[in-house]
């Protein structure tokens, strides 16, 4: 049986990570904040080893609405953890995110639900935004998850797949973590 260990811990000022983020800048992402969330360190392990992920933090509706829209991309050790109060049953979309995620949604206890890869959704040319909205959200059904889910790891598109774990069959997952204080 493989072991997942997924252990979210707040960054201690010994080792402040940091993310090398580089935003898109084209007329759809203007309006966009390119402000970088609290970071956390989540420390997965997969059958002993040990794998970091710097994880911007996104906790208030606007924060977690945001998401990675308008990122160029994610690092390998980079990711986003979203936070919920209770428990949530819409799926994330990939409206102005234009590089492929990994999803791991979790329940209430930090348990993995399902994991997901989410590929962009790309506005085409001549495409109006209130119709590519709509088609991202349509889209948006294929990532729904069987139960309620609290909180969400995105990790960068193949994640999961690179390190061994391609469904939650199989394998013994346990999440903690502390977030970060803004």
């Known amino acids: 049986m493989a072991l997942l260990l997924l252990i979210f811990s707040a960054c201690s000022a010994e080792s402040e990570p940091a993310l090398?983020?580089?935003f898109i800048d084209n007329v759809d992402c203007r309006d966009v904040s390119q402000e970088i969330l609290p970071l956390t360190v989540v420390e997965i392990s997969i059958n002993g080893t040990l794998h970091?992920?710097?994880?911007?933090?996104?906790?208030?509706?606007?924060?977690?609405?945001?998401?990675?829209?308008?990122?160029e991309s994610l690092g390998q050790s980079e990711g986003m953890l979203f936070v919920y109060s209770g428990s949530q049953f819409n799926p994330f979309?990939?409206?102005?995110?234009?590089?492929?995620?990994?999803?791991?949604?979790?329940?209430?206890?930090?348990?993995p639900i399902q994991l997901k890869?989410?590929?962009?959704?790309?506005?085409?040319?001549?495409?109006?935004?209130?119709?590519?909205?709509?088609?991202?959200?349509?889209?948006?059904?294929e990532y729904s998850v069987p139960a309620g889910y609290h909180y969400a790891?995105?990790?960068?598109?193949?994640?999961?797949?690179?390190?061994?774990?391609?469904?939650?069959?199989?394998?013994?997952?346990?999440?903690?973590?502390?977030?970060?204080t803004k």
């Open 153 to 180: 790891l995105e990790v960068e598109g193949g994640w999961f797949s690179k390190n061994g774990v391609e469904t939650l069959v199989g394998h013994e997952i346990e999440v903690s973590w502390d977030l970060p």
């Open 117 to 141: 890869t989410m590929t962009p959704c790309p506005r085409t040319d001549g495409e109006s935004r209130a119709i590519w909205r709509g088609r991202c959200a349509t889209e948006a059904n």
């Open 20 to 22: 090398d983020v580089n």
């Open 93 to 111: 979309w990939m409206f102005n995110t234009y590089f492929p995620i990994d999803i791991a949604y979790l329940n209430e206890d930090g348990k």
């Open 52 to 71: 970091e992920i710097t994880a911007e933090t996104a906790i208030t509706p606007a924060e977690r609405s945001r998401g990675l829209m308008c990122r």
